[in-house]
């Protein structure tokens, strides 16, 4: 029997950066939060002195254990879709802070052609130049209501970076300067330059300086120490939850965080339409518990902010035949057709590529976005070319070979041991469609440890992913060629998905719009259909933009934060349907 | 895992007398039950008397520094010829050469022996609830029911078995270019194992030996941070935000996660 709990105001389910700034926020306003988070506990010392290449980059330390649950996985909708059994092969983060403790730091906002795509879109290309089974959409936000959002987050996270010269000016300043510039960034930069392009310093969730953010949090100066990505910060110099919001909310006796509390459901009232909290339960000693709240804010990644839904039965589940329901409609990602481009191997030169951070590096955007004229391109969208420094440990090094180098034996070693420190590589970071064929649901055979039905992804390329990577990949490896390497390879494009989740960033299947037949939140991220549940993250992209998506789910939690304490004023419903059906009436 | 290590490493004085210790109270032993004029062989006896880090090379480790030796003895594989098949084979993918030690020396195969008694090699957290679809590996990431150490014992088996067919000897002692040929059949994914495409346990096998050869030292690879020392590798280090943006490529002698942390308690 569930033991019920006392009502809050709020309960906040799962606490990355999404749950941090909301719990924080609330916290600060006086509203009674509960977070609920299903991974341990974290702090800045779980982080310190285990700086472990094999324990963190090859075993995910930090990565959810999916002995307890994963997704399955499938490219066509009349497959079988298999369990993803290993972390090989699906990386989540897991614990408290979420996936934002092992991200790189790279942060770039979206751009205006991005949230209005659909309309922009039309208006330059006409209708014809999206693809039927794209469902390519607006956001229900613009970049100018989101600018002030962008910025609440950069300065929680201390953001160090400089003007994209590409980019709308912005209202403030980055809050610290770029990071320092090494010989293989300037490489870049000075050869892009000379290309007639436009290049910068990524802007990055590593401290150039030592940082104090708006809420009293200081941040470190970044060490350059290269255990960035996949790790949490030896320093606390990167930007994260467990330095910034988490610490924020604790300071708060209105706020209570309970982690290894795993949700199971949320309680919902069918008939008036209401969450009624949820139910959880305590993973060290299986009780479960009833936690009401006035509002329930999932922020979990956006697999659990799905599958949440559909196994509490809420709202209307994607139907591919009917192209009917908003729920696991829209499911995106930074797939394997993101990140690719060219290799270079210098026979002269030798990197410091021991060296670095999670987000060092320089790019340029003259391809991101609609910043290039499309209209004879096979595709919509963009991405950013990038080259970066993480910082590599030894066993990621010994990669670094030509194509044409065996995997094993004398001549690979031979070839890594020469090849370590002279290869750098350059990705686009190309723009991933959501596609009616592609979406989220109950798997009809794999089951958790708690005998719920496993989520299950449908997915699989569209055109524009195999067009858009190919036309980056030539774009990389133009500059290569012109960066002086020896030896220039091109990654190859993959012709389908491989049901490897290793890219991090999935995202879509609740999403934003001002349309309730095709979003099922509006944009406070609030659901059309439950006005007291909110579904913050990820899961709120109708398509993916040209970069990594940690800034956006940043702003956007900001702006979920203040519909939360508007609703909890007022109530209702905080945003306008744009559509003349009243669906959610119905 | 790295506890038991950090608590070996701490004692390393007393190690070096107890390791020689060992060494006499072994050769007694060989002496008294007349293994050495070609008695009864027992596993142990022989699992003494066959120590791939006794090259001539390697001595000098052996005496300075006994304490390793205290951490290299087999604790996941039971059967001695399946630990030398998996040492042979890893040796083929990462062999010595002019630059250096190959696996052997550098403690891969005990690497991979400790790994494999850890929750990775139980895949403790990995879905492992059925049905198992083997076969798709190939498309479907690891989708085998076999467990990591499972898939070991199956793959090293499977490998003294074909050398014991096709030339009539332990897979051990063939010619390295016999040893090759057959790892070559398990990488196209030509053998035939029960739940185990082969070409799965190949990748499985060169991939965990190239991280014995360059993980910490900790986890009993990467012997004396020697595989650091042929990449110029400088292990983990408080940063380098002073050199970060040096023109010319900073090498330097290797420092361990032991250093780094302090070492000892």
């Known amino acids: ?586 | 895992m790295s506890q038991d290590n950090n608590g070996n490493d701490k004692n390393k004085k007393n190690a070096d007398s107890e390791n020689e210790d060992v060494d006499v109270s072994r050769r007694n032993f060989l002496k008294n039950s007349g293994v050495a004029a070609g008695g009864v062989v027992g596993g142990v006896v022989l699992g003494g008397l066959w120590n791939p880090f006794n090259s001539k090379e390697d001595t000098k480790s052996d005496e300075d520094d006994g304490s390793e030796m205290l951490q290299e003895a087999r604790t996941f594989f039971s059967r001695e010829d399946d630990f030398k098949t998996l040492a042979a084979a890893t040796q083929r993918i990462y062999p010595k050469d002019d630059n250096g030690p190959g696996a052997i020396e550098l403690g891969v195969p005990y690497f991979i022996d400790k790994q494999l008694t850890g929750y990775w090699g139980f895949n403790s957290k990995d879905y492992m609830q059925g049905p198992f679809e083997p076969d798709k590996s190939d498309s479907h990431g690891l989708q085998t029911k076999l467990n990591r150490g499972e898939m070991f014992l199956a793959g090293v088996r499977k490998m003294f078995e074909m050398s014991k067919k096709d030339h009539d000897e332990d897979f051990f002692d063939i010619e390295g270019e016999q040893q090759d040929e057959i790892l070559e059949k398990f990488e196209a994914g030509d053998v035939d194992i029960p739940g185990l495409p082969s070409d799965v346990f190949f990748n499985l096998l060169r991939d965990t030996t190239i991280e014995g050869v360059y993980a910490d030292p900790v986890y009993g690879g990467n012997k004396d941070m020697e595989a650091w020392k042929m990449m110029e590798y400088p292990g983990p280090r408080m940063g380098w935000s002073d050199k970060i943006d040096s023109e010319d490529f900073v090498s330097m002698d290797p420092s361990s996660l032991r250093d780094y942390q302090g070492g000892g308690l």
């Open chain 1, 1 to 586: 029997m569930a033991k019920k709990l006392d009502k809050v105001d709020v309960v906040v389910v799962g606490v990355g950066w999404a749950g941090g700034i909301i719990s924080a926020e609330m916290a600060k306003a006086g509203k009674d939060v509960v977070a609920l988070e299903r991974g341990d506990y974290k702090n800045r010392s779980d982080y310190i002195g285990v700086k472990d290449e094999l324990r963190f980059d090859n075993r995910y330390e930090i990565m959810q254990n999916l002995s307890g649950d994963t997704i399955t996985s499938r490219n066509e909708k009349d497959e079988k879709a298999l369990p993803v059994r290993t972390r090989t092969n699906m990386q989540i983060g897991a614990n408290l802070g979420g996936a934002s403790v092992h991200w790189a730091g790279a942060s770039y906002r979206y751009w205006p052609y991005e949230f209005e795509i659909r309309s922009q879109t039309i208006d330059k290309y006409g209708e014809d130049k999206i693809p039927k089974e794209m469902n390519l959409q607006d956001w229900g936000i613009t970049y100018e209501e989101m600018e002030k959002y962008y910025d609440k987050w950069e300065k929680t996270a201390g953001i160090s970076g400089e003007q994209d010269p590409l980019a709308p000016e912005r209202e403030n300043e980055w809050p610290n300067p770029p990071l320092k510039e090494t010989p293989s960034l300037k490489l870049f930069k000075d050869t892009t330059k000379e290309m007639g392009l436009n290049p910068f310093q990524i802007a990055a969730g590593n401290m150039s300086e030592t940082y104090e953010n708006p809420d009293g949090q200081t941040l470190n100066a970044c060490m350059y120490c290269s255990f960035c990505t996949r790790h949490g910060c030896d320093f606390s110099a990167k930007s994260d939850p467990l330095a910034t919001v988490v610490p924020t909310a604790e300071e708060h006796d209105n706020f209570e965080l309970r982690t290894g509390a795993y949700v199971r459901r949320v309680l919902y009232d069918k008939d008036n339409k209401k969450a009624k909290g949820v139910m959880y339960v305590d993973e060290s000693t299986g009780q479960e518990y009833e936690q009401p709240a006035d509002v329930v804010v999932l922020s979990a990644f956006a697999f659990s902010n799905n599958r949440l839904l559909m196994l509490s039965d809420i709202g209307e589940q994607y139907d591919p035949e009917t192209k009917k329901g908003t729920i696991g409609r829209n499911f995106n990602g930074q797939y394997n057709s993101a990140f690719n481009g060219a290799k270079g191997f210098f026979e002269d030169e030798k990197f410091n590529l021991y060296m670095g951070a999670g987000a060092l590096g320089a790019a340029v955007n003259d391809y991101a976005a609609d910043n290039f004229d499309h209209s004879d391109l096979d595709f919509i969208g963009g991405g950013a070319i990038e080259l970066r420094q993480y910082g590599f440990g030894a066993i990621s090094s010994s990669a670094n070979v030509p194509k044409d180098t065996p995997s094993w034996g004398k001549d690979y070693k031979e070839k890594s041991l020469h090849y370590a420190y002279r290869t750098l590589q350059i990705w686009y970071s190309a723009i991933a469609m959501s596609y009616e064929h592609n979406y989220l649901d109950l798997d009809p055979n794999y089951k958790d440890e708690y005998g719920d039905a496993l989520l299950r992804s449908t997915y699989k390329f569209g055109d524009n992913e195999r067009n858009i990577a190919k036309f980056g990949v030539e774009k990389c490896s133009e500059i290569m060629k012109e960066m002086g390497a020896d030896i220039v390879e091109e990654d190859e494009v993959p012709e389908e998905f491989d049901h490897s989740f290793t890219g991090g960033h999935y995202t879509g299947g609740v999403v934003m719009g001002d349309d309730p037949e095709t979003s099922a939140v509006n944009n406070y991220l609030q659901m059309w259909d439950v006005d007291n549940l909110f579904v913050v993250g990820g899961s709120a992209f109708p398509q993916f933009g040209s970069h990594h998506p940690t800034p956006t789910i940043g702003a956007l939690s900001y702006r979920a934060a203040e519909g939360i304490e508007k609703y909890l004023d007022d109530g209702g419903q905080l945003a306008e349907a744009k559509t003349t059906k009243k669906v959610r009436n119905v």
